[in-house]
T-cell receptor, first 113, second 115 residues
Framework: AQTVTQSQPEMSVQEAETVTLSCTYD???????LFWYKQPPSRQMILVIR??????QNATENRFSVNFQKAAKSFSLKISDSQLGDTAMYFC??????????FGAGTRLTVKP | GAGVSQSPSNKVTEKGKDVELRCDPI?????LYWYRQSLGQGLEFLIY??????PDKSGLPSDRFSAERTGGSVSTLTIQRTQQEDSAVYLC?????WGGGETQYFGPGTRLLVL
């Protein structure tokens, strides 16, 4: 069974500062995929970043980067230079073959002006 | 191009009534997925389609739930004899292909409220 745990229900950060959201997971698969999705109040889930487990290099996407620790089964998201538009729910997700993507419970991030 | 669309955006129904939720995937996407998001919760996977076929329906919460996809495009999620616990946001996603960690693109969801 695959599980995803986000231990921070809520976080806040000052505009322009850096924040890190935590995610741990469990899977018996050796090759899998990890995602961070953002869900603003509009409800639409937006892909933030994607990581392939067989790639050791951490994925980056502009101000967003991950710290992927495969042995520790940890996949944290770092947001640099936080902007007001980053305020949203952030979900960590894990899938092996896409037919059963597992999501964490989410972290509500508030960026304060 | 157009993203994933879902209709209706919001649906209020009475307990015991049937509802149909519609999903239009991104053109050319062969895989389609349905999720349920209860208030303040993460997403619960319901079912996926590869083309018009749904190989595994075990994620559907009960036999009151069914889903179909026609023409490799539009999908409908039907809930019969709705119950109050069915109240949630139902999200649809599509991906270009199935498997291998293909990125799923989500629609805006349908918020269902069962009174």
């Amino acid at each position: 069974a695959q599980t995803v745990t986000q231990s921070q229900p809520e976080m806040s950060v000052q505009e322009a500062e850096t924040v890190t959201l935590s995610c741990t997971y469990d899977t018996s698969e050796s090759n899998y995929y990890l995602f961070w999705y953002k869900q603003p109040p509009s409800r639409q889930m937006i892909l933030v970043i994607r990581q392939e487990a067989y790639k050791q290099q951490n994925a980056t996407e502009n101000r967003f980067s991950v710290n992927f620790q495969k042995a520790a089964k940890s996949f944290s998201l770092k947001i640099s230079d936080s902007q007001l538009g980053d305020t949203a729910m952030y979900f960590c997700a894990l899938t092996y073959n896409n037919n059963d993507m597992r999501f964490g419970a989410g972290t509500r991030l508030t960026v304060k002006p | 191009g157009a993203g994933v669309s879902q209709s209706p955006s919001n649906k209020v129904t009475e307990k015991g009534k049937d509802v149909e939720l519609r999903c239009d995937p991104i053109s050319g996407h062969t895989a389609l997925y349905w999720y349920r998001q209860s208030l303040g919760q993460g997403l619960e996977f319901l079912i996926y389609f590869q083309g018009n076929s749904a190989p595994d329906k075990s994620g559907l919460p009960s036999d009151r739930f069914s889903a179909e996809r026609t023409g490799g495009s539009v999908s409908t999620l039907t809930i019969q004899r709705t119950q109050q616990e069915d109240s949630a946001v139902y999200l649809c996603a599509s991906s270009l292909a199935w498997g291998g960690g293909e990125t799923q693109y989500f629609g805006p969801g349908t918020r269902l409220l069962v009174l």
